[in-house]
Nanobody
């Protein structure tokens, strides 16, 4: 079992920054790939960024490239999402997810078998 707890969401003005954190407990954190997903009202859950087990390989959806950075600290069992230059369209509930059977899980949400409860990000224009 893996438990994931996100934090760091909130209200920010357009152009501002936030840092999301996801703390994992349970299985050995460094063994599996992880990702950040988001879901806005009325929309499907979409992938934002993913990171492999070591943190050396990262991938981003096109809309956040150059603005968001995903990272992980395996010594702290924590994954981060640094979000800069936030736009109103970035507003959503952000979820962290773990794929405990895949070192590099990819962008498909169905590859992830553990999810956090989410943290709300609101961006005012």
């Amino acid at each position: 079992q893996v438990q994931l707890v996100e934090s760091g969401g909130g209200l920010v003005q357009a152009g501002g920054s936030l840092r999301l954190s996801c703390v994992a407990s349970g299985r050995t954190f460094s063994n599996y790939g992880m990702g950040w997903f988001r879901q806005a009202p009325g929309k499907e859950r979409e992938y934002v960024a993913i990171i492999n087990w070591s943190g050396k390989n990262t991938y981003y959806t096109d809309s956040v490239k150059g603005r968001f950075t995903i990272s992980r600290d395996n010594t702290k069992n924590t994954m981060y999402l640094h979000m800069n230059s936030l736009k109103p369209e970035d507003a959503a509930v952000y979820y962290c997810a773990a794929a405990t059977y895949l070192a590099s899980p990819g962008a498909n949400p169905s590859n992830y078998n553990y999810w956090g409860r989410g943290t709300q990000v609101t961006v005012s224009s």
